[in-house]
């Protein structure tokens, strides 16, 4: 657990290392999970007294829901959780984008924002 935590984050570190546990994941590796997540959450929310660029800009695991850790919520993860080009035109249809019948999978990319 991180130095200078109170019992908010003590709770939360125990969470995350406990359902890294249960998915599968090794004790060491559910533990580095948990500390940097905590820790993030810590920087962000102005907790810590020293935070780098990047754990304070973005979005916070939790509102990420592991995206980039491939835990889930989708995006990020890999080719595996990357999105289809289908996917994609089914969003731009939704969406209304323009001429999305003739755009490849980076153009629907760039043109919803992804």
Do not use: F
């Not at 939704?94 to 490849?104: A, F, L, P, Y």
């Amino acid at each position: 657990m991180p130095r200078g935590s109170g019992g908010k984050r003590e709770r939360q570190y125990e969470h995350i290392k406990e359902s890294g546990e249960e998915r599968g994941m090794s004790e060491g590796r559910a533990k580095e999970m948990a500390a940097r997540t905590v820790n993030k959450e810590r920087a962000q929310s102005g907790e810590s007294k020293s935070s780098s660029r990047s754990s304070t800009q973005g979005k916070s695991p939790s509102q990420r829901g592991g995206q980039k850790s491939g835990g889930g919520g989708g995006g990020g993860g890999g080719s595996s959780t990357e999105r289809t080009r289908d996917e994609l035109y089914e969003e731009a249809k939704k969406r209304g984008v323009e001429g999305r019948s003739t755009m490849n999978k980076q153009q629907l990319k760039k043109a919803l924002g992804n």
